[in-house]
C-alpha cells in the first residue's frame, strides 16, 4: 500500500513539475538585442515587457515593432514619449500584444483607423497625452473592447462629436483635462453608461453643464469640471447621475448657488465650489445632498456670512472649508441646528473681527479650527470653551491678537494635548501683542502673574483625565520648563 501511494505521490510532483515548467516557459519573456530595437530599450517585468521609445522618429519606431511582432511576446508597456509621430499609421502594432501604450508628447494629431484595431483584444490602458490630437479619433478606439482607461489630457480636442466613444463598452475611467473643449454633444458618452466611474472634464472652456450628454452616466462616481468657465448651474443639471460620490465644480465662474441644483445627487459625498465668485448660496441649494455629504469646500469666494440656511440640512457635515471669503462676522446662530457631525471647520483668510456667545456651542466633534490671518484681537475661554474637549488642532495665528488673561485657555488646552497632535501645535508661533510692552508674547509663555490673571489651572477633560494622560502630562510639563529655562 504504501509503495502504492509513494508512486502515485511521485506521479503528481512530476506532473506539477512539468506544469510548473510549461507555464514558465510560457511566461518567459525575453528582449530582443539591444542593437535591433535601439534607440528604443527593453526590460524584462513581472508581466511581460516595458517598452520605452524617446527622443526618436516614426521610422525607428516602425522598425522597433517589426522586430517584435510575431515573437508571441506579451509587451506590457509601450511607452512612446518626445517623438515625433505626428501620424500613427494603420497596422502599425499588427502582431503585437499590447496592454498598456502610452504615446505622450510625441506631436501626434492623426490616429489612422486600422493602427490600434488589432491591439484591441489586449489593450486595457492608452495615454495619448500631450499631443496634438483636435478630436477625438473614434473610428481608431472603436474595437478597444477591453479599454479600462483612456487619459487624452493635455490635447486640442474643441468639441466631443456624437458618440465619440462609441465601443469602448467598458471603459471605466475617461480624462480629457487640459483640452479646448466648449461644445458636447448630447450623445458624446453614448456607450459609456454601463462601466464609466470617472470622467474629468476639467481645464477646459465649458460654459455651462453638458447635461443631456451627461445624464446617461448611471455609473459615474466622480465628475470633475474644475478650472472651466461655467457661470450658471441649475436645477436638473446633474439629473441622471444617480451614482455620483465626488463634484468637482472649483475654480468656475458661478455666482449664485441656487435652489436644489444638486438634488438628485443623493449620494453625493464631497463637493467642491471652491475659487468660484460664489456670493449668493440659496437656503435650499444643498437640499437632497442631506443623507451623504460630507466634504464641502467653498473657500476662495465671495460669501459674507456662514449660509447657515443651506447647511443646515448636511447633519452628515464633517469637513466645511469657508476660507478667503469675506466673512466678517459669526452671528450667534450661525451653527445652529447643526455642525454636530463638523469635525473640520476652516475659516481662516476671512475679515472676522470677534467671536462672541456661544458661537461653537453645537460644534461637539470639532477637532480642527483653522481661524489664521482673521482681524481677531480677542478669543475669549467662553467662546472656546464647548470645542476645547475635542479640538486637536487650532490655528489662531496671524491675527492682531492682544494679550489679555482670556487666553489662557490656549495653554491649558495645549497642555492636555497627546503625542502627535502636540507635535504639530507646537511647530505653530501663535503670539499676542503687549501693549504696554510693545512686544510679542508666545501664547504658551504669557506672564500671567505680571499681567496679574487670576490663574486657572488646566481643565482636565475626565473621559481624557485617565492615569496615562496624567503621566504624559507630567512629562509634558517637565520638557516646558525645561525648555523655558534652558
Ligand atoms: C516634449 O518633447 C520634446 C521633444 O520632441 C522635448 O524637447 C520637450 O522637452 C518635451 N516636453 C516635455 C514637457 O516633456
Ligand atoms: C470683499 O469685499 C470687499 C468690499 O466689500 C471687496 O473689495 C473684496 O474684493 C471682497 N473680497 C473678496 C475675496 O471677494
Not at 480677542?378 to 495665528?397: A, F, G, Q, S, Y
Request: charged content about 20%; some cysteine; overall charge neutral.
Amino acid at each position: 500500500m504504501a509503495r502504492v501511494r509513494m508512486v502515485r505521490w511521485a506521479c503528481w510532483a512530476v506532473m506539477l513539475g512539468l506544469c510548473a515548467l510549461a507555464t514558465h516557459g510560457e511566461m518567459q519573456q525575453q528582449c530582443p538585442p539591444r542593437s535591433d530595437i535601439s534607440p528604443c530599450s527593453c526590460q524584462v517585468k513581472k508581466n511581460g515587457l516595458d517598452i520605452l521609445c524617446e527622443f526618436t522618429d516614426q521610422q525607428h519606431i516602425n522598425n522597433a515593432m517589426a522586430i517584435l511582432k510575431g515573437k508571441s511576446l506579451v509587451i506590457f508597456y509601450l511607452k512612446l514619449r518626445h517623438n515625433n509621430l505626428r501620424k500613427l499609421p494603420g497596422f502599425v502594432f499588427l502582431g503585437l500584444d499590447i496592454r498598456h501604450l502610452t504615446i505622450h508628447n510625441s506631436s501626434l494629431s492623426v490616429v489612422e483607423e486600422a493602427s490600434l484595431s488589432s491591439i484591441g483584444k489586449m489593450l486595457t490602458q492608452l495615454d495619448v497625452s500631450q499631443n496634438g490630437l483636435t478630436q477625438v479619433p473614434s473610428a481608431a478606439y472603436k474595437n478597444l473592447h477591453h479599454l479600462l482607461i483612456l487619459n487624452m489630457n493635455h490635447n486640442k480636442i474643441n468639441s466631443l462629436h456624437a458618440r465619440a466613444f462609441q465601443g469602448l463598452d467598458t471603459l471605466e475611467i475617461l480624462t480629457l483635462y487640459e483640452n479646448k473643449i466648449n461644445n458636447i454633444d448630447p450623445e458624446a458618452f453614448v456607450g459609456l453608461e454601463k462601466k464609466l466611474k470617472r470622467l474629468n472634464l476639467g481645464g477646459n472652456g465649458l460654459t455651462s453643464v453638458p447635461q443631456k450628454a451627461l445624464v446617461i452616466l448611471d455609473m459615474l462616481k466622480k465628475l470633475e469640471m474644475q478650472e472651466n468657465r461655467i457661470s450658471d448651474i441649475r436645477e436638473g443639471d446633474f439629473e441622471g447621475l444617480k451614482n455620483l460620490d465626488s463634484l468637482g465644480l472649483a475654480h468656475n465662474k458661478l455666482r449664485i448657488v441656487p435652489s436644489r441644483v444638486f438634488s438628485h445627487l443623493t449620494v453625493l459625498n464631497s463637493l467642491e465650489l471652491d475659487g468660484n465668485n460664489i456670493d449668493t448660496v440659496d437656503p435650499e441649494a444643498f437640499a437632497g445632498l442631506e443623507e451623504n455629504l460630507q466634504y464641502l469646500r467653498m473657500g476662495d469666494n465671495n460669501i459674507h456670512t456662514i449660509p447657515t440656511e443651506a447647511l443646515k440640512r448636511l447633519h452628515r457635515l464633517r469637513h466645511l472649508d469657508l476660507r478667503a471669503n469675506n466673512i466678517t462676522y459669526i452671528s450667534e446662530d450661525a451653527f445652529a441646528g447643526f455642525g454636530d457631525s463638523i469635525t473640520f471647520l476652516n475659516l481662516q483668510k476671512n475679515d472676522i473681527r470677534t467671536l462672541s456667545g456661544m458661537i461653537f456651542e453645537n460644534l461637539n466633534s470639532l477637532e480642527t479650527l483653522n481661524l489664521q490671518n482673521n482681524k481677531l484681537m480677542h478669543i475669549t475661554e467662553d467662546v472656546m470653551e464647548p470645542i476645547l474637549d475635542t479640538l486637536r488642532v487650532v490655528d489662531i495665528m496671524d491675527n492682531p491678537l492682544l494679550c489679555d488673561c482670556d487666553l489662557q485657555w490656549y495653554k491649558n488646552w495645549l497642555s492636555g494635548l497627546k503625542d502627535k497632535d502636540d507635535e504639530m501645535m507646537q511647530k505653530k508661533r501663535t503670539v499676542c501683542m503687549m501693549q504696554q510692552e510693545h512686544r510679542e508674547y508666545n501664547l504658551q509663555s504669557l506672564p500671567l502673574e505680571k499681567m496679574s490673571c487670576v490663574i486657572k489651572s488646566p481643565n482636565l477633560i475626565p473621559n481624557a483625565a485617565t492615569a496615562l494622560t496624567a503621566r504624559f502630562m507630567a512629562a509634558f510639563s517637565v520638557c516646558f520648563w525645561a525648555v523655558i529655562y534652558i
